[in-house]
């Protein structure tokens, strides 16, 4: 069934190749198509979620740490989701994203956390990332704190997600590598809970769950049989996440955070199909070392 299916569907896609000298225009996809699936799947992957509630802090307290988020590797059918489905993509590249983060605290509860990603080729990726927080803690009881945190994200990725030397060959649909570039921009917001223990060295488990709202846009930069291909798509929605982990203190300076989220991602496979859970399960972890307010200072 599956095949009376694709055949069509690409047969009607190299139809504007016969007469065209090159495919332009834009469209519109349904957040749960599977191209917005792929979308949104990892621009969830980029979540700028937070590693627990709010610490308090002397105001001009400055932290700064490294991330990495784990990228699960895609099955063949889950990268096969260009041409409503029938097209498999270049899905598996980077196996981390790797991102600094740096927060400033402007008083006991509420600081600013930042995240910047430059343009450097990593796995044949070239991601051009900004992400920023604002974030608040709402009560604190003893060992317990409730905190909430605001996250948004400008960014893009480039790579080789149409054709990519996999698929490239004289005669086939990809006969050069592609240049795409997938938008990934978001907004959300989440509130969690932790629980600190004293006596097993501040250890620090929290839960959290987050709501997001997302502007994705895919531009091809690529040829069907050698016609130049330079087709966007965009697409809007909004999804949720879950979060768990813990903070452990690491001698003076340092602490030790590790994430697991969860973000259900629904998407259609094909014309007809109901929709599926095609979730986002990945870890995180980040060490950050806390300057106090001494650097600050010396920058002063």
């Not at 991102?99 to 008083?107: F, G, H, K, Q, T």
């Amino acid at each position: 069934m599956k095949k009376l299916i694709v055949y069509p569907v690409l047969f009607i896609s190299i139809i504007p190749t016969i007469f065209a000298q090159s495919i332009t225009g834009h469209e519109p996809k349904d957040f749960d198509d599977p191209e917005a699936w792929a979308l949104k799947y990892f621009a969830s992957v980029s979540l700028f979620s937070g590693y627990g509630t709010q610490q308090s802090r002397e105001q001009g307290w400055f932290d700064f740490g490294i991330e990495v988020v784990s990228i699960p590797t895609l099955g063949k059918s889950y990268r096969t989701v260009g041409f409503a489905g029938t097209k498999e993509e270049n899905l598996n590249n980077a196996p981390v994203l790797i991102r600094p983060v740096a927060s400033i605290y402007l008083d006991e509860n509420f600081s600013l956390s930042f995240s910047y990603v430059p343009p450097v080729e990593l796995w044949d990726v070239k991601a051009h990332v900004f992400s920023s927080s604002a974030n608040w803690k709402i009560l604190e009881n003893n060992s317990w704190t409730i905190g909430s945190r605001v996250y948004w994200q400008l960014g893009e990725t480039v790579g080789h997600f149409t054709c990519s030397e996999e698929f490239v060959a004289p005669g086939t649909f990809c006969q050069h590598l592609s240049n795409d570039r997938a938008i990934l921009n978001y907004i959300g917001a989440e509130i969690n809970i932790s629980k600190r223990f004293n006596k097993f060295y501040d250890f620090t488990p929290y839960l959290g769950i987050g709501v997001n709202h997302m502007n994705l846009e895919f531009h091809v930069n690529s040829s069907r049989f050698g016609i130049p291909d330079s087709i966007s798509q965009s697409t809007s929605g909004n999804t949720y996440n879950f979060t768990g982990g813990f903070n452990l203190p690491v001698g003076k300076n340092l602490n030790f955070g590790l994430q697991l989220l969860y973000s259900p991602l629904y998407v259609r496979r094909a014309p007809g199909r109901h929709r599926e859970n095609d979730s986002l399960v990945n870890f995180r972890t980040q060490i950050t070392y806390h300057f106090g307010k001494g650097l600050l200072k010396r920058i002063r």
